[in-house]
């Protein structure tokens, strides 16, 4: 229903589209679907979200050989559809995940968070990547 006042009630931007942002303003990637798969490998990454990419990206570097598995597309799924959001903490704050686990778990899975931001930014500028990145807030 809230989809149906949605459409009779608003006029959308002409310029709006029903698809992610990452995937309206990047150029398509080329189908990979019937590439064929290597005889061996000493790691095979599932998934080619953001966290698989990674995953896959430091074990090449790494010097392991690598054979990353995507059912759609690079970035299909989440990864593509967070609204272009990075940032530490949870759903929960500091202090919830604290009164919630603990203190030293709740502090433990903060700390993890802000690592992650920090990971994120140091992928983004390592690889030189156009994402439009802006610390704000």
């Not at 006042?5 to 990452?22: K, M, V």
Request: aromatic residues 8%; hydrophobic residues 40%; proline residues 5%.
């Amino acid at each position: 229903m809230a989809s149906t006042a949605l459409h009779r009630g608003s006029t959308l931007n002409r310029d709006y589209e029903r698809r992610p942002y990452w995937h309206a303003t990047m150029p398509a990637l080329p189908s990979r679907r019937d590439r064929p798969l290597p005889n061996v490998a000493d790691v095979v990454v599932i998934g080619g979200g953001y966290t698989g990419i990674n995953a896959a990206r430091v074990l090449a570097r790494a010097g392991a050989a690598v054979t990353l598995l995507e059912a759609e597309q690079l970035g299909f799924g989440a990864s593509t559809r967070n609204g272009g959001i990075v940032h530490p903490g949870y759903k929960w704050g500091p202090q919830a995940l604290v009164e919630r686990y603990g203190e030293d778990i709740g502090r433990a899975l903060f700390l993890e968070t802000l690592d992650a931001y920090e990971l994120v930014k140091g992928v983004i500028a390592d690889e030189g990547i156009d994402c439009e990145f802006r610390e704000t807030g």
